[in-house]
């Protein structure tokens, strides 16, 4: 029957859900600290968490740019462990 397929879909929403909460939390942090921690003067007094910022930033990124290359939300949003990325 129509179960098993719907089921799915089910379980492809809720994770897509998961991703998107997650990523919009990431986006809302990363817009409030990248002008701070992209300022020379801060990333002198803060090193340490300049350059953590700035392995996340990279991530953060490259995640950006490959959804620009594959635009579809479904099957972006369901990559298996996208939402851990982004915690």
Request: aromatic share 6%.
């Amino acid at each position: 029957g129509i179960r098993p397929e719907v089921e799915k879909m089910e379980t492809n929403l809720r994770c897509l859900q998961d991703v998107l909460d997650e990523w919009l939390a990431v986006q809302k942090n990363w817009m409030y600290l990248e002008p701070i921690l992209s300022a020379p003067d801060i990333q002198k007094q803060l090193p340490m968490e300049s350059k953590r910022f700035n392995d996340i930033d990279k991530g953060f990124k490259t995640i950006m740019k490959q959804t620009n290359e594959n635009p579809n939300c479904m099957r972006r949003g369901t990559q298996p462990d996208l939402a851990d990325k982004f915690r």
